[in-house]
């Protein structure tokens, strides 16, 4: 299992979420980076998810 980062933030660039969660690879990490974003109701802010390589997985600004 890899830890992967998930952010989001406002408009102003105030951070709203700063997330670590594990998965068993990037394809994954991308499902459950979604999947939180969407629970959250932020697949619209400003948001992204990188991998503990530094890759980054999505991306929305």
């Known amino acids: 299992m890899n830890t ?18 594990q998965a068993t690879n990037d394809e994954a990490a991308k499902e459950i980076g979604l999947k939180l974003l969407s629970e959250k ?14 890759k980054l997985l999505l991306f929305h600004s």
């Open 4 to 21: 992967y980062k998930l952010t989001a933030f406002m408009p102003n660039g105030e951070k709203i979420l700063d997330e670590a969660f």
């Open 41 to 54: 109701s932020l697949t619209e802010q400003t948001h992204r998810c990188t991998s503990p390589k530094g």
